[in-house]
């Protein structure tokens, strides 16, 4: 280690699967970084859906990684792992980590680290890594979505959904989204989606049929599944692609597939915590020179609904899972900011 460092941190463990309450903040030593790995001080912990799943014993931590919650971090590097290259102590950045992200100090590997844009806050940073990662690897590379082509987000006004808005709207693409309010409908307007129906008194699919003159949508993304899967396909154009992140309304479906051969459909999807350093570091550089620039000239920004303090990271799900949110819940270090 690069220098003298507390011998412990306060983060944030899951006493046992169940509800918020069992988020329990808790004293443990400081991680230390392995090869080709950075000790980070933590400034700000985003906080994603599947850190809900992990607390409700639905989304086991990878074997080597942390069982902290926590999947993306921004603060600063305060130690380098052996054979480290490419950063220094005090250099500023977001990053996505393995896990244990709730905490005062995280590791992770050097490569899936990168800087905070020149606009954004420590906060702002915490708020970009999974959800950036996630739909540059399915919207754009799954996915394929190219400019001038069209992109239906369910759940627009998800952390997933506002990124992927702005950055669909930004590279060219025409964007449809289903939200569950008027008010989060137009959240979605304002950030640049071109149509936002409201799933609960409209059907999406004549929605979309008719924004694309019969046509359909070229690219949908999809966190919803159950029914919705039957439905997407009818959403879809010739040679339409539908990604998969997430099963909210379930994985198993009584579907007919036909469709898939008639008009050369694509079912593809993707999950990211489980993908090999090596890919999560390609994915990395991929923001860095389409993404990241963006950011920098002011042109996409994280959408923050609140922030709470580390130890409160309890209240900061029971938020999440009401639902009411638009864009992301951040978790703040206050002896960092």
Not at 2 to 31: F, K, N, Y
Not at 216 to 230: K, P, S
Request: net charge negative; with cysteine; charged share 15%.
């Amino acid at each position: 280690m690069s220098h003298a460092l507390p011998d412990q941190m306060t983060c944030i463990e899951i006493s046992s699967p169940g509800g918020p309450e069992v988020l329990t903040p808790v004293r443990r030593p400081l991680p230390v970084p392995g090869a080709g790995e950075v000790l980070i001080h933590v400034a700000a912990a985003g906080i994603n859906r599947p850190d809900v799943l992990q607390r409700l014993g639905r989304y086991a931590a990878p074997p080597d990684a942390s069982d902290l919650p926590g999947l993306e971090v921004a603060g600063e590097v305060v130690a380098l792992g052996p054979a480290t290259v490419g950063l220094r102590p005090g250099s500023k950045v977001c990053a996505l980590a393995p896990g244990g992200g709730y905490a005062q100090y995280c590791v992770v590997p050097a490569d899936h680290c990168l800087p905070i844009p020149a606009p954004l806050s420590l906060i702002q940073g915490a708020a970009l890594p999974e959800t950036f990662f996630t739909v540059w690897t399915n919207v754009f590379e799954r996915g394929n979505l190219a400019p001038n082509e069209t992109l239906l987000i369910h759940g627009g006004s998800s952390g997933i959904g506002t990124t992927a808005i702005q950055m669909a709207h930004h590279l060219g693409a025409k964007v449809m989204v289903t939200a569950g309010s008027d008010e989060k409908c137009q959240a979605c307007l304002d950030l640049g989606a071109d149509l936002a129906v409201n799933y609960r008194n409209d059907d999406f699919v004549a929605a979309a049929k008719q924004w694309t003159g019969g046509r359909g949508v070229d690219v949908i993304l999809d966190m919803v599944g159950g029914d919705y899967v039957a439905r997407n396909l009818k959403a879809l154009a010739f040679e339409g692609r539908l990604v998969h992140i997430a099963f909210l309304g379930g994985s198993k479906v009584d579907l007919d597939l036909m469709p898939v051969l008639l008009r050369r459909l694509t079912i593809t999807g993707s999950t990211l915590r489980p993908q090999s350093v090596a890919r999560k570091a390609e994915i990395a550089h991929a923001l860095r020179e389409s993404v990241w620039p963006l950011i920098e000239a002011g042109k996409i920004a994280p959408v923050i609904h609140a922030t709470f303090p580390l130890t409160q990271a309890a209240e900061a799900h029971r938020l999440m899972e009401s639902g009411v949110h638009v864009g992301k819940i951040v978790l703040t270090n206050d002896q960092v900011i």
